[in-house]
């Protein structure tokens, strides 16, 4: 005799298994999907900076305290006030798609002896970082600078800087930046050598993905 309830439970249970599995199945393709997508935004909102091409225009650069200089493609600029103040500044390219918005900076000094090489120090903590007076930011395919400026004697950050600008030896900056809505921080260092002539190259050594996995 055949048994109708129990026929009709396995086939209940067979019924929701396979919903069940479907349901799973489109679970995880709508994961992937979304993963895909905020892959493809983040892609769209990411900086990168590097120095600025040698034939980029000349920018002028103003501090806090009236302080100006200029500073031509793929140049920095290093200078010592009357008052001891070291003023520093970078043309720069970012050549990402989403526009770059600069948060702080850390001097590298001990660059100078050029052991170990300067890609191969580790860059700071980023709470340790001298946080700009204010965001500037870079267009994303357009060029703009970075800025910075030491005017207490006993700021640690001070450190090894005079002598280098003084005998013109390499050292080198750790920039801090980001996207604008303020994720995919990276660090970016770059190297300040001294040129043929008393101006300053600027040039990128290393980059660092503080929100999502390095490349290396």
Excluded at 38 to 61: C, F, G
Excluded at 64 to 86: C, L, N, P, Q, Y
């Amino acid at each position: 005799m055949t048994d109708w309830a129990t026929i009709s439970s396995l086939a209940t249970a067979g019924a929701t298994l396979a919903l069940a599995v479907a349901t799973f199945s489109s679970v995880r393709s709508a994961n992937r999907a979304a993963r895909t997508a905020e892959r493809a935004l983040e892609a769209r909102l990411r900086p990168l900076l590097l120095s600025s091409r040698l034939e980029d225009p000349t920018q002028k650069i103003i501090w806090a305290d009236e302080h100006k200089t200029t500073v031509g493609g793929g140049r920095a600029a290093v200078e010592v006030g009357a008052d001891g103040t070291i003023y520093l500044a970078m043309s720069v390219r970012n050549v990402g798609a989403g526009m770059a918005v600069l948060h702080g900076w850390y001097p590298r000094p001990e660059w100078l002896s050029g052991i170990p090489a300067p890609s191969d120090v580790r860059h700071e903590d980023p709470e340790r970082f001298r946080r700009l007076t204010r965001d500037l930011f870079v267009p994303a395919g357009d060029f703009g600078f970075w800025q910075g400026a030491i005017r207490d004697a006993d700021d640690p950050l001070r450190e090894g800087l005079p002598d280098a600008i003084a005998a013109r030896r390499r050292f080198g900056i750790d920039v801090l930046y980001g996207d604008h809505e303020g994720g995919q921080r990276i660090i970016s260092r770059f190297t300040l050598a001294p040129a043929a002539d008393s101006s300053w190259l600027c040039s990128v050594a290393r980059h660092w993905n503080l929100d999502r996995p390095d490349p290396r």
